[in-house]
C-alpha cells in the first residue's frame, strides 16, 4: 500500500524523529502537531485527510471523529482510550486499537511500590525525621500504629495483565491474596489455583487493596462512599488504573473520617493534573503521585516500537495487535 497518510494529534516523546525515519522507510506520509487541549477545528485541520490517526492525549470526541474524511484507524498511545468516542467510531467504520502491554511491569511496580509506602507509612517517616532532627531527639509518636505486612490478605481488583503480574511479583511476601475479577477465564483461575469472591468479600476481608480494572460504564466509581464503608479502617487502597475508577473525594472523606487508614494514588479523575486545591493532594494519609506508573526508559521505546508495528501492520493489510471495537471490519481502501 501507497500514499498512507499518518496524523499525531499530540505526544509525550521529546520529538518524533525516530518515527519520522521509520515512515520515511516506509514511504508513509507522516505528520504531527502538539495539540493535547486542541478544539476539534485544530484537530481536524491537522488530521481530517489522515488514513491513520495516532492519539495520546488528546480528545477525539463524536465532532472529530465526523470530520475525519479517510481514517480507518485510530491508535491510541498508551493502555486506555476513554479521550476517544469508541460509540462514534464505530458508527463511522473506524477502528479503535490501543497498546495495552506496553508498560505491565512498571505499573505493576509503581502499584507495589504504593503499597509499601503506604504500610510503612514513608511520608511520615519523612516528617518524623525531619522534626526529630530540628529538636535533636527522636519523636516516633506520630506514626503508630504500624503494622507487618506479613499474614495480610491482598485483594486483587482486576487480574488482567497487571494484576495478574502484582500477584505473580508479591508472592513470597507470606500474603493471603484474594481476588474480585468476574471476567475472568476458567482457564486463568486453574492455572493461578484461585477462586474469585465477590466485591464486597473481598473489600470486607483485604488489609490491602489494588485495583488494576478498565474504566467503562460497569467501573465507574466502583469504588465509592459505600465501597469504601465496607473496608477495614486499618485498611490500604491503592490505585494505579483509572481515575475515575475510585470517587477521589469519597476517597478524601474516607481517609479524613478513618473509614481507612491510607492510599496510594497515581491517576485522577476531573483533571489531570489536579488542580493545586485537590483535596486529596493535602490528605497525609495519601501518598499521590503524578501518574507517571507507565513511566521508564524501556517502556517509552516499548509504546513507540508497538505504534509502528501496528501501522506497518495495516501497510500489509493486517488489522492491529489490539482492536478496541474489533466487530469493525478495518478498511484499506
Known amino acids: ?69 479517510r481514517c480507518k484507524l485510530v491508535v491510541r ?11 462514534a467510531a464505530t458508527g463511522r467504520d473506524i477502528v479503535v486499537s490501543y497498546i495495552p502491554d506496553y508498560c505491565v511491569g512498571e505499573v505493576a511496580e509503581h502499584a507495589i511500590m504504593l503499597i509499601f509506602a503506604c504500610q510503612r507509612k514513608l511520608l511520615v517517616q519523612h516528617r518524623i525525621l525531619h522534626d526529630s532532627a530540628a529538636k535533636g531527639k527522636w ?14 490478605t491482598l485483594g ?8 495478574g503480574t ?17 471476567y475472568l477465564p476458567d482457564a486463568r483461575k486453574k492455572e493461578l489455583g484461585i477462586e474469585t469472591l465477590p466485591l464486597d468479600d473481598v473489600l ?24 469504601l464503608l465496607r473496608m477495614k479502617k486499618s485498611a490500604i487502597l491503592v490505585n494505579t488504573a483509572r481515575g475515575a475508577v475510585v470517587n477521589l473525594r469519597a476517597l478524601d472523606k474516607a481517609l479524613r473520617e478513618g473509614w481507612i487508614a491510607h492510599a496510594g494514588i497515581d491517576v485522577y479523575e476531573e483533571k489531570e ?25 524501556e517502556a517509552g521505546w516499548n509504546i513507540r516500537k508497538k ?27
Not at 77 to 87: C, L, Q, S, T
Open 1 to 69: 500500500m501507497t500514499g498512507i497518510k499518518v496524523v499525531v494529534t499530540d505526544y509525550i516523546e521529546q520529538d518524533l524523529k525516530w518515527e519520522e525515519e521509520q515512515f520515511k522507510e516506509t514511504g508513509v506520509d507522516f505528520s504531527y502537531d502538539q495539540l493535547k487541549f486542541g478544539t476539534p477545528g485544530q484537530i481536524l485541520n491537522l488530521a481530517k485527510d489522515a488514513d491513520i490517526v495516532i492519539v495520546n492525549m488528546a480528545k477525539i470526541d463524536a465532532e472529530v471523529i465526523d470530520g475525519l474524511r
Open 77 to 87: 498511545h498508551g493502555a486506555g482510550y476513554d479521550n476517544v468516542d469508541i460509540a
Open 139 to 152: 519523636d516516633f509518636t506520630p506514626i503508630y500504629p504500624v503494622f507487618s505486612l506479613s499474614g495480610k
Open 156 to 163: 486483587i481488583i482486576g487480574l488482567g495483565r497487571i494484576g
Open 166 to 182: 502484582v500477584y505473580r511479583m508479591m508472592q513470597g511476601f507470606d500474603l493471603h491474596v484474594v481476588v474480585c475479577d468476574p
Open 204 to 227: 470486607k476481608e483485604s488489609d490491602i487493596i489494588t485495583v488494576h480494572t478498565p474504566l467503562n460504564r460497569e467501573t465507574y466509581h466502583l469504588i465509592d462512599e459505600p465501597q
Open 273 to 297: 493534573p489536579p488542580d493545586p486545591d485537590f483535596p486529596l493532594l493535602h490528605n497525609e494519609r495519601a501518598i499521590c503521585t503524578p501518574h507517571l506508573s507507565w513511566l521508564s526508559e
Open 307 to 333: 505504534i509502528v508495528e501496528d501501522v506497518r501492520r495495516f501497510i500489509q493489510k493486517q488489522g492491529p495487535r489490539y482492536p478496541v471495537n474489533s466487530g469493525v471490519k478495518l478498511r484499506f481502501d
